[in-house]
T-cell receptor, first 115, second 114 residues
Framework: NAGVTQTPKFRILKIGQSMTLQCTQDMNHNYMYWYRQDPGMGLKLIYYSVGAGITDKGEVPNGYNVSRSTTEDFPLRLELAAPSQTSVYFC??????????????FGPGTRLTVL | GDSVTQMEGPVTLSEEAFLTINCTYTATGYPSLFWYVQYPGEGLQLLLKATKADDKGSNKGFEATYRKETTSFHLEKGSVQVSDSAVYFCALSDRGSGTYKYIFGTGTRLKVLA
């Protein structure tokens, strides 16, 4: 099993550009998440999804969009990139409901720099 | 609201030293508690967990006990190895909320010297 995969690993964007961060999981998990990790900070939830076609905002959703057309894929879209979006982005998935004691499985992350 | 507070790093130890990384929490419901580890260049992975008061989670020589009276979940290891060098995150999941709530601490970097 590959688990959770993310592409790209690194990316540099110019201010105002757009991009999509890809996330795929092969564990048939219903629940998927996008986090950002700023230097010296914990992970902040951007968006999450409880199943195909269902998404909801997390703690820091502004400047981002998501979609969930399949169980496997959960892309994160950045529109009009800003320097404040410079961060490491992690995708994660879990088998059970988010408020349970279930483990989350993380991808390796995407390091994004906006100049 | 719910929160997780971890000791700041970096923590630098010699091989075979005793490790403690402090973690305290505040929660409105009945949280489950977790320690995740992030090795260089990788995503986070679950190290151990505890789902109720007085539970002890353990894995790979690491242990943490869920202490409701002190709202703590400190990570310990009796003898660290160079391969334990990583960033450690304390986290909680609040089962009582009914909505999504999975909160991570800021992470503590551990460096073990040979």
């Amino acid at each position: 099993n590959a688990g959770v995969t993310q592409t790209p690993k690194f990316r540099i964007l110019k201010i105002g550009q757009s991009m999509t961060l890809q996330c795929t999981q092969d564990m048939n998990h219903n629940y998927m998440y996008w986090y950002r990790q700023d230097p010296g900070m914990g992970l902040k939830l951007i968006y999450y999804s409880v199943g195909a076609g269902i998404t909801d905002k997390g703690e820091v959703p502004n400047g981002y969009n998501v979609s969930r057309s399949t169980t496997e894929d959960f892309p994160l879209r950045l529109e009009l990139a800003a320097p404040s979006q410079t961060s490491v982005y992690f995708c994660a998935s879990s088998r059970l409901v988010p408020s349970s004691f279930d483990e989350q499985f993380f991808g390796p992350g995407t390091r994004l720099t906006v100049l | 609201g719910d929160s997780v507070t971890q000791m700041e790093g970096p923590v630098t130890l010699s091989e075979e030293a005793f490790l403690t990384i402090n973690c305290t929490y505040t929660a409105t419901g009945y949280p489950s508690l977790f320690w995740y580890v992030q090795y260089p260049g990788e995503g986070l992975q679950l190290l151990l967990k505890a789902t109720k008061a007085d539970d002890k989670g353990s894995n790979k020589g690491f242990e943490a006990t869920y202490r409701k009276e002190t709202t703590s979940f400190h990570l310990e290891k009796g003898s660290v190895q160079v391969s334990d060098s990583a960033v450690y995150f304390c986290a909680l999941s609040d089962r009582g909320s009914g909505t999504y709530k999975y909160i991570f601490g800021t992470g503590t970097r551990l460096k073990v010297l040979a």
